[in-house]
């Protein structure tokens, strides 16, 4: 058996040690900044270490079993962090859940993972969310944010409780946290985290997330409970000593990055659309070419998209949790934002590998990190992984465990993808995702969605067609095709199927485009927390209606 051997512990920090480091030599130094309006409330490390001391000695008072799990519901906020250290502090396991969840949802993962307390933080429906809570969890409400009364008040625990002395720090074969995926087929499933696995990747990645700058400053917006913002933001800013700023709300999202001017920052592609289709409202694309042409120009309109953007300062731009298609990263990249995409998972971390920013090779996710291991399996083209960092397995799922990790310590990924011989790792589809039409070929839905990246008028795509003869593809328009007439619309989608359709295999041939009324949503459950599709929940949405309108006489069908 494959047995991976992390590096040497005498080198290895914990969460934990990294706080009593920070909160020593650096007390006075701003750790955490909360946005309220026009105001910054700051926390200090050594504000943040008195207060992660004292809610430990609150969580040790309630007599819970050693090593308890312990839940965390919030978006992102200072008092995320704050908590989440404390359950370190006081021995216990954080398990954080998506801030998003419904009723239904919640009581899934906290009766799966056991937990017996619960912090309850920034949530848009809490109110709706409180009716799947158990019973017997006795929950925390964090301050400011619409505290429950019936609670148990977090300023309450921080006036009646002393601060844990001395600096208890778990061992490295301890569980550090069990993180539920985003559940895009299925139930959620808890990934068991050592602070083994966490504290190697921290160490094999350090020069690869820029620990050497002379400033660090991080920008947090992303759910904390994926395993990428805990990663990218949490690990780091730790490591680093280094400020993180929170969003307050979407309203805000811009003024809150341009004021936290990231060193680092990392964001999934929607949100890269997003962008783009910002500054193609306020420049056309024609124009935007002509002023890049023309040096001195170019050089202005470059420096101020990016300071537009918050990322003037940023020397480490990432993108990850989902596909990204070429056109958009070669797009950012005519401005002087160099988008490294870098590729993971839950089970391993996250932390597969990234695009070095001197060596971009378009169309691969990148070279494969030190210390981590990519193989191809032979027949099905699978992306298997190893690492120090695999996950320990699903929590209370041995069945699904050995589903993913196999015999050797190999974990399955679900993503098909090859390496080519200078050591990129190309990602060509999905397991899962492919599927059989009636004519009996298989279809890669996710690269053939690649091919509508460059059409401006959508926002969001699905190939589907398990039942039919040919793909048809489900779109939602964008924001800059809202004012657009629907014959300019209709032309656009055309002429992208017309350019497309020869470059594809005959069964993967797009037969019709649907543009759909409805977006897709977390909150109607057509996207993760993270803003991938759920492939498999709009395909049964739409189910009764593909068959009419593959018949449908036009190539493109408004809903």
Not at 98 to 103: E, Q, R, S
Not at 241 to 269: C, I, M, Q, R, W
Not at 332 to 341: A, D, H, T
Not at 377 to 390: H, Y
Request: aromatic share 8%.
């Amino acid at each position: 058996m494959k047995t991976p051997t992390p590096s040497s512990q005498a080198v290895l920090k914990t969460f934990v040690d990294y706080l009593y480091h920070w909160e020593k030599v650096q007390p006075d130094k701003v750790f955490l900044r909360q946005p309220f309006g026009e105001e910054l409330k700051d926390f200090t490390w050594g504000e943040v270490g008195d207060q992660v001391r004292r809610i430990a000695t609150y969580l040790n008072s309630l007599g819970l079993p050693p090593k308890s799990n312990i839940g965390l519901v919030s978006k992102n906020c200072a008092e995320w962090i704050i908590a989440d250290l404390a359950i370190m502090v006081s021995g216990h396991v954080s398990v954080p859940f998506y801030a998003t969840l419904t009723a239904e949802q919640i009581n899934q993962v906290l009766t799966h993972s056991g937990c017996l307390v619960l912090f309850v933080g920034k949530l848009d429906d809490w109110q709706g969310m409180k009716k799947g809570i158990p019973s017997q969890v006795k929950c925390i409400s964090f301050p400011i944010y619409n505290p429950d009364k019936e609670h148990i008040q977090w300023n309450d625990i921080l006036a009646q409780n002393e601060p844990l002395q001395g600096t208890p720090s778990p061992q490295l074969s301890d569980l550090f946290s069990i993180v539920y995926t985003s559940g895009t087929t299925g139930n959620p499933k808890g990934v068991m985290v050592t602070y083994e696995s966490i504290v190697a990747v921290i160490e094999k990645t350090k020069t690869i997330l820029k620990y050497d700058l002379p400033e660090h400053r991080f920008f947090s917006f992303l759910p904390l409970c994926h395993i990428a913002e805990r990663n990218i933001i949490e690990a780091t800013s730790l490591g680093t000593g280094g400020t993180v700023y929170f969003a307050e709300s979407l309203d805000t999202f811009a003024k809150n990055l341009a004021t936290a001017s990231p060193t680092h920052f990392f964001a999934v592609p929607r949100i890269w659309t997003k962008f783009q289709l910002g500054i193609l409202t306020k420049m056309s694309q024609k124009k935007l070419d002509m002023l890049l042409k023309i040096p001195v120009l170019s050089t202005i309109v470059k420096k101020k998209i990016r300071k537009g953007l918050g990322l003037d300062d940023a020397q480490l731009i990432l993108t990850a949790a989902a596909p990204m298609p070429v056109s958009l990263i070669r797009w950012f990249r005519r401005l002087g934002i160099i988008i490294q995409e870098a590729y993971g998972m839950t089970e391993n971390l996250g932390a597969v590998c990234m695009m070095p920013k001197d060596g971009i090779k378009d169309g691969s996710v990148g070279k494969v990190y030190p210390g981590a291991e990519v193989k191809i399996a032979e027949g099905t083209g699978e992306i298997l992984t190893c690492s120090p960092w695999n996950m320990l397995g699903y929590y209370k799922e041995p069945a699904l465990t050995a589903e993913t990790i196999d015999a050797e310590g190999w974990i399955h990924t679900g993503d098909v993808g090859e390496i080519d011989d200078e050591g990129y790792l190309k990602i060509t589809g999905r397991v899962k995702e492919m599927y059989k039409t009636s004519k009996g070929e298989y279809v890669a839905p996710s690269q053939i969605e690649f091919g509508f990246a460059d059409n401006k008028m959508i926002e969001q795509i699905c190939v589907v067609g398990q039942s039919l003869p040919q793909p048809i593809a489900l779109v939602v328009l964008s924001d800059m095709a809202r004012g657009v007439e629907r014959e300019n619309i209709t032309q656009s989608l055309t002429s992208t199927l017309v350019d497309l359709n020869p470059r594809l295999k005959s069964y993967e041939r797009i037969h019709k485009i649907v543009v759909l009324k409805d977006t897709w949503t977390v909150d109607n459950n057509m996207l993760t927390p993270t803003m991938k599709t759920k492939r498999n929940v709009i395909e049964k949405n739409y189910e009764s209606k593909m068959e009419p309108w593959y018949e449908d006489k036009d190539r493109v069908i408004w809903e």
